[in-house]
């Protein structure tokens, strides 16, 4: 069975730091790209970064360049998002993807995980 499970959110003051993991299950991620992306209440979902299966190119919207990073560990068929520098505008749902066509539009995505909750508040 397909799966991917995000782990790593929580609540946490601004200026501050968390982890966010996507466990794959049923498949490899070797040759997927793996995106991250979140939603806010009353928004739509938007990318928010993403990393190439091929040769590890990474994307991050503009809001969080510079505050995060966006890696993979293929061994541990998991990825990663660093996130720093926590803003109370980064609280959302964040959810992983992995998509075989690499990073790209939503639609494109093959497997989605149900997301991790991260609360940026004082």
């Known amino acids: 069975q397909v799966q991917l499970v995000e782990s790593g959110g929580g609540l946490v003051q601004p200026g501050g730091s968390l982890r966010l993991s996507c466990a794959a299950s049923?498949?490899?991620?070797?040759?997927?790209?793996i995106g991250w992306f979140r939603q806010a209440p009353g928004k739509e979902r938007e990318a928010v970064s993403c990393?190439?299966?091929?040769?590890?190119?990474?994307y991050y919207v503009d809001s969080v360049k510079g505050r995060f990073t966006i890696t993979r560990d293929n061994a541990k068929n998991t990825g990663y998002l660093q996130m720093n520098s926590l803003k109370p505008e980064d609280t959302a749902l964040y959810y992983c993807?992995?998509?075989?066509?690499?990073?790209?539009?939503?639609?494109?995505?093959?497997?989605w995980g149900q997301g991790t909750q991260v609360t940026v508040s004082s």
């Open positions: 993807a992995a998509a075989s066509t690499g990073c790209g539009e939503q639609y494109e995505y093959d497997y």
């Open positions: 049923g498949f490899s991620m070797d040759y997927y790209a």
């Open positions: 990393i190439s299966g091929s040769d590890f190119s990474t």
